[in-house]
């Protein structure tokens, strides 16, 4: 691989957009492909069906063995609600390498003794959410409890297309987070993107075991095809 | 904490802006229950400092040994790891599965 090319790739995934190195194994002849690139290749249905499931692979194309390496943007995780849940969900996110930030306006509840080395935010999400510049390869985790805080949280998500979003409560909190949210304009289409209750059901009762469900139904969703996630 | 993708391959590019010897391995196919998914990546620099990881550390040792070898020649290789190999019982895996890993050097 050329210096130049490895340059290129840490720049791209700086910039968390994702890329794709097409190497040619008989011959070692090697190109990367750009996200904005991808659609006018000739090789565009293969580059799209690897980077659209995250996942490099050989294939073989006119008699060539090529190797499609994607290299995905680094996961986010953007938790609403520095509560008992957070603290355990941030470096449990972070052990499996998902870039933490914990939003709760609620400066008791974000200290830093509670939240030791993980980037936390003590401002309202129309504050806070703008400048984390959410995306796809972002999931997003509603917990704080409360509607003046998850609501307009949620909506952000909704409108930045989160590959996840969960919120904490039962169906009946739930049916009440709908109802609003309804009364904010916000599709049944896109209600139904929202996982609630959150996390998979693994009969979690403390805030460990929560934390463990919902990076499990994060992780289905990310891994999982699509047409089997949780 | 962990070496993610995006850590080692900066390093590799700092090595390699430095003026070292850099090769990378890629994981390009896997048969049965191989522990890293093809697209996994480990960077060796010339002293033999290794990040990231091909196997579950099983086969990790021999193939540094060949990067280096990549490093001097500049030859890219495919290297091939398994139960079925002769070299099993020193650098088989453990876990049954199969791996095939392209090593070339960063130049």
Known sequence: ?230 | MLDRDEDLLKAAENWGKAGKGVALATVIETWGSAPRPAGSNLVVNGDGTFLGSVSGGCVEGAVVTEALDVISSGTPRMLEFGVADETAWTVGLSCGGRIRIFVEKVV
Not at chain 1, 26 to 38: C, F, K, S, T, Y
Not at chain 1, 53 to 74: D, Q, W
Not at chain 1, 118 to 135: F, T
């Open chain 1, 1 to 230: 691989m050329k210096l130049a090319t490895l340059s290129a790739i840490n720049t791209e995934r700086a910039a968390r957009r994702p890329v794709i190195v097409v190497t040619d194994i008989g011959n070692g002849e090697q190109r990367l492909v750009m996200a904005a690139d991808i659609a006018d290749d000739p090789l565009h249905s293969e580059l799209e069906r690897h980077l659209r499931m995250g996942k490099s692979g050989a294939i073989e194309v006119e008699g060539r063995n090529l190797f499609l390496n994607v290299y995905a943007p680094t996961a986010k995780l953007v938790i609403i609600g520095a509560v008992h849940i957070s603290q355990a969900l941030a470096p449990l996110a972070r052990s499996l390498g998902y870039d933490v930030t914990v939003v709760d306006p609620r400066s008791a509840f974000a200290s830093p003794e509670r939240f030791p080395d993980i980037r936390l935010i003590a401002e309202w999400p129309d504050v806070a959410l703008p400048p984390l510049n959410i995306d796809h390869y972002t999931a997003f985790v509603v917990v704080a409890h409360d509607p003046k805080i998850d609501d307009p949280a949620l909506l952000h998500a909704l409108e930045h297309d989160c590959f996840y979003i969960g919120a904490l409560g039962s169906r009946k909190t739930h049916g009440q987070r709908t109802l609003r949210l309804k009364a904010q304009g916000i599709s049944c289409a896109d209600i139904e993107r929202i996982h609630a209750p959150i996390g998979l059901e693994i009969g979690a009762i403390s805030p460990s075991e929560i934390a463990v469900a919902i990076m499990a139904e994060i992780t289905a969703q990310l891994r999982l095809p699509k047409a089997s996630a949780a």
